[in-house]
């Protein structure tokens, strides 16, 4: 076996990469910066939050076949319990309990700093692990939501105590616990390469 001599990489190589270096750290650091900005806001901004939040809830009802709508003047949709009965509509209120806002902007806000922080983590894993945190967190405090209403519309007060107090605070336990799984396995552990 013989070596060979590899020559020294040329100043224009290095410069170069240094260049790339320097704009996928200033990258990272405005991502991170807007994922923490947007955690904030997210959470300074709950109200906001929950209407946007009654609004895909009567969205998702909508889709179920039960007519619905979004009260303008607070966090509140409205649903028909028996379709075309004018006389059957209720309401359920997002309440600043029952929102997934503060764990949605938190999640934003670790998402950010870890991106900003901990550059051993991969970008790509942290964006990922942020976005399917959030998603997964939307989703099931919507179906939460829906389920409540279902509930509610079908065996009354006992319905919605039922699905609100027991079946909500356990699937949303739940979902707590998968997300931190979730975040962390997508985010921040790396696969056996």
Do not use: Y
């Amino acid at each position: 076996m013989t070596t060979v001599p590899v020559p020294a990489p040329s100043a224009a190589v290095t410069g170069g990469a240094r260049l790339l270096g320097a704009a996928g750290l200033a990258a990272r650091l405005f991502v991170g910066a807007a994922l923490v900005a947007a955690g904030v806001l997210a959470m300074v901004r709950m109200l906001d939050f929950q209407f946007r939040e009654a609004a895909l809830a009567a969205w998702a009802i909508d889709l179920l076949g039960r007519p619905s709508r979004v009260l303008t003047t607070e966090p509140t949709f409205l649903f028909q319990k028996v379709a075309g009965d004018d006389t059957s509509w209720s309401g359920l209120v997002v309440t600043s309990e029952c929102t997934a806002a503060l764990f949605v902007g938190g999640t934003l806000v670790l998402g950010g700093l870890l991106l900003v922080a901990w550059r051993r983590a991969g970008a790509w894993r942290l964006l990922a692990a942020t976005a399917l945190t959030v998603g997964l967190l939307l989703t099931v405090n919507t179906a939460r939501m829906v389920l409540i209403g279902e509930a509610a519309s079908r065996w009354g007060a006992e319905g919605f105590g039922w699905t609100h107090t027991v079946v909500g605070s356990v699937l949303m336990l739940a979902t707590f616990c998968a997300c931190a799984l979730l975040f962390v396995r997508v985010g921040l552990l790396r696969g056996r390469d």
